[in-house]
């Protein structure tokens, strides 16, 4: 089983949808979690960070993270053909604790339909 | 404020050379830290360093080292080279070893091994 587990896709919307990216992953130590944004060959962009359970809003993007269930979900709203990509989640532990590098899911390849 | 710069953009090696890949973290960060993406997965933690030394190493070989000058820019290098070491190789910048831990990342250096 691997440490972060994520859907590859391609996931298929019409423009306008909401759509709703999800991760799940095995170790408790991970605290730290992050979604980056990857335009095909090149380097990915930060979206979101959060630390705790809960939700994070900003703009269109709303970051949600359950420790207790080890899941973490990416909410895009009102979505846009520029908002197609691949998606990749990330995580860490506490800074310093010996899992200072990001450990990323695959990758889910959204697509939105104009 | 200029963000994460890596070079060359394109490399061509073959098998057995040695190659050599530069970052400069975006300004005001002190820490670098390099990842492998090869097509179609999410980037691996290859090694961190922080005042000129590594700190934290994912599970890559000793063919890969690499080097952090005192103006907090880095080299990586591998040595050795398989055609499996073909991949996206990024450079991602952070402020601060033990403290937050947000990354950002440089366009990356595609490396192709024939």
């Known amino acids: 089983q691997k440490e972060v587990e994520q859907d590859p896709g391609p996931l298929s919307v019409p423009e306008g949808a909401i759509v709703s990216l999800n991760c799940t992953y095995s170790n408790s130590a991970f605290q730290y979690f992050m979604w980056y944004r990857q335009y095909s060959r090149k380097g990915p962009e930060l979206l979101m960070y959060?630390?705790?359970?809960g939700n994070k809003e900003d703009g269109r993007f709303t970051a949600q993270v359950d420790k207790s269930s080890k899941y973490i979900s990416l909410f895009i709203r009102d979505s846009q053909p520029s908002d197609s990509a691949t998606y990749l989640c990330a995580m860490s532990g506490p800074p310093g604790g010996g899992a200072d590098g990001l450990t990323f899911g695959k990758g889910t390849h959204l697509i939105i339909q104009p | 404020d200029a963000g994460v710069t890596q070079s060359p953009t394109h490399l061509i090696k073959t098998r057995g050379q040695q190659v050599t890949l530069r970052c400069s973290p975006k300004?005001?960060?002190?820490?670098v830290s390099w990842y492998q993406q090869a097509l179609g997965q999410g980037p691996q933690f290859i090694f961190q360093?922080?005042?000129?030394?590594?700190?934290q190493r994912g599970n890559f070989p000793d063919r890969f080292s690499g080097h952090q000058f005192p103006n907090y820019s880095s080299e990586l290098n591998v040595n050795a080279l398989l055609l499996g070491d073909s991949a996206l190789y990024l450079c991602?910048?952070?402020?601060?070893?033990?403290?937050?831990?947000?990354?950002?990342f440089g366009p990356g250096t595609r490396l192709t091994v024939l």
């Open positions: 300004s005001g960060h002190d820490t």
């Open positions: 991602a910048s952070s402020l601060g070893q033990g403290l937050f831990n947000e990354q950002f």
């Open positions: 959060t630390y705790s359970s």
């Open positions: 360093y922080y005042e000129e030394e590594e700190r």
